[in-house]
């Protein structure tokens, strides 16, 4: 449902970012013995000092990243990881050039764990980001301090000054994203940390300007709910697919139910036509991630019990019933842990999921 760039697109500017290392010596070993590597990839690995750096870099990050955006309870890294590895794999049945290949996937991964350390070990992770995607590495300080650090005008003024280059190039470059911006009432540097939901709208919007897609830590929309702000469409066009996405699926705690029956709905999702089909997506991709952030003021909206279910959801549903059931148990159990106090009851829950699989069934 998230837009993923193009390998291609990706590959260069990944590629050309500046990217070095205090000296080490040319002997330098990855994570794992070299002395026991038996597969392709780990000799790969073992005979190339960079990948031996990058594998080292992202065994350090991984093993701060299996604490959840909750910090407490397992995120859902063990999975991202495993498949990462599968994906990092097949590079060395890439047709085109092996070495590019594993560079791009190990970049790749250390940007997407870096982030997900980002409160956690911010310093390392930031350093990590300065090196692979430096243009981005003052939308991730942004974040970092609004989210860190109580208003002042010094965490203000740093906040501003890191976005206003940002926001100058949206105005000279992007008409249309610029428009949307005053729009929403955002018409000078200082209104984007005007709110928790200026700043998420700013963070997506002035993400444009960028030729890499951002990504919002998931425990920043977990300390402040109103950045889901930032996951909405504002467009209803393809710039709605170049929006910030986040890591939740990965640094939550795994809930391997709601995702199978995820699976199920977008197997059923009609494909929508024209541009407006990234706005729908996104959107659905926004009620997913308040489900999975508890975020129930606006799941059980004012209008929720009047929504009439199709007889298309409602027939995914019985067809589905066991999982659908064992993914209502999954959540009040998600729930009760993370969020005692929240007084969701199962009813409730199955009202969300039957919404959100009508949104995304009959949402075109």
């Known amino acids: 449902m998230r837009f993923i760039l193009s390998f291609s697109v990706l590959l260069v500017v990944i590629l050309s970012a500046p990217f070095s290392f205090a ?4 002997n ?8 026991k590597a038996t597969s392709a990839i780990e000799k790969k690995i073992c005979s190339n ?11 350090t990050l991984y093993q701060k990243a299996k604490i959840s955006a909750f910090a407490t309870g397992p995120s859902n890294q063990l999975k991202q990881q495993r498949e990462w590895v599968k994906d990092r794999d097949t590079c060395l049945k890439s047709i085109g050039d092996v070495d ?14 870096s982030v997900a350390d980002l409160f956690t070990d911010f310093d390392y992770s930031i350093a990590q980001i300065e090196k692979l995607q430096p243009n981005s590495a003052p939308f991730y ?46 018409n000078k540097i200082s ?27 998931c425990t920043a929309l977990f300390k402040k709910p109103e950045l889901i702000s930032s996951m909405s469409a504002y467009f209803g066009s393809s710039y709605d697919g170049q929006l910030i996405r986040n890591d939740c699926y990965a640094t939550l705690p795994p809930l391997p139910n709601l995702s199978n029956l995820n699976s199920k709905i977008m197997k059923a999702m009609p494909q929508c036509e024209g541009t407006i089909r990234f706005a729908i997506y996104r959107d659905n991709s926004k009620t997913l991630d308040e489900i999975m952030l508890a975020q129930f003021e606006e799941l059980l909206g004012k209008n929720s ?12 549903i019985k067809s589905n019933n066991a999982l659908y059931k064992a993914t209502i148990d999954e959540l009040s159990n998600y ?8 007084e969701i009851t199962k009813s409730q829950i199955d009202l969300i999921l039957k919404n959100y699989a009508e949104d995304n069934i009959n949402g075109c």
């Open 335 to 342: 729930y009760l842990q993370y969020f005692p106090f929240s």
């Open 191 to 217: 209104d984007t940390i005007s709110s928790d939901k200026s700043f998420g709208t700013s963070i997506a919007i002035l993400g444009i300007a960028l030729e890499e897609q951002l990504i919002m830590p």
């Open 100 to 113: 590019n290949c594993l560079e791009y996937s190990f970049k790749e991964r250390i940007i997407e764990l």
């Open 49 to 59: 000092k960079n990948f031996a750096k990058y594998d080292v870099i992202i065994n």
């Open 141 to 186: 300080r942004a974040i970092h301090e609004y989210i860190s650090q109580e208003q002042s005008q010094n965490r203000d003024a740093k906040i501003m000054n890191w976005l206003q280059p940002y926001y100058e190039k949206l105005q000279k470059e992007y008409e249309y994203p610029a428009s949307i911006l005053a729009d929403l009432e955002i």
């Open 28 to 35: 330098v070993s990855p994570s794992f013995d070299c002395a």
């Open 305 to 316: 019990k009047d929504t009439k279910i199709s007889a298309n959801s409602l027939k995914l």
């Open 23 to 26: 000296q080490s010596p040319s």
